[in-house]
């Protein structure tokens, strides 16, 4: 059993608050685009939702598991994606 982390009890800082929604419409943006050129179809609304949800994810889960603060775990998700973005492209 793990132990509960300190942080578990506080809300979330404003960065935060404002980070993972700009993140969630930059990802969905990147992905959105990606899909266009490789001649998908879709609305830009179904792609946010699924670019939302999987950042949402991956940041409370990255936050949880490495006992970071909610911001942090935003960036790093951005930045990790970002360059998982660039890695598909070239």
Same mark, same amino acid.
């Given at each position: 059993? %793990? ?6 009890? %506080? ?7 404002? $980070? ?16 266009? $050129?490789?001649? =998908? ?5 179904? &792609? ?9 994810? %991956? &940041?409370? =889960? ?5 006992? $970071?603060?909610? =911001?942090?775990?935003? &960036?790093?998700?951005?930045? $990790? &994606?970002?360059? =998982? ?6």
């Amino acid at each position: 059993m %793990r132990p509960q982390s300190s942080h578990s009890s %506080r809300s979330s800082p404003p960065a935060a608050v404002v $980070l993972v929604p700009v993140f969630w419409l930059v990802q969905g943006g990147v992905l959105h685009a990606a899909s266009a $050129l490789a001649d =998908g179809e879709g609305a830009f609304a179904d &792609t946010l939702a699924v670019a939302g949800w999987a950042g949402v994810i %991956r &940041t409370y =889960g990255l936050a949880d598991a490495c006992d $970071l603060s909610l =911001g942090s775990a935003a &960036t790093v998700v951005g930045a $990790l &994606t970002a360059l =998982g973005l660039v890695f598909e492209l070239f």
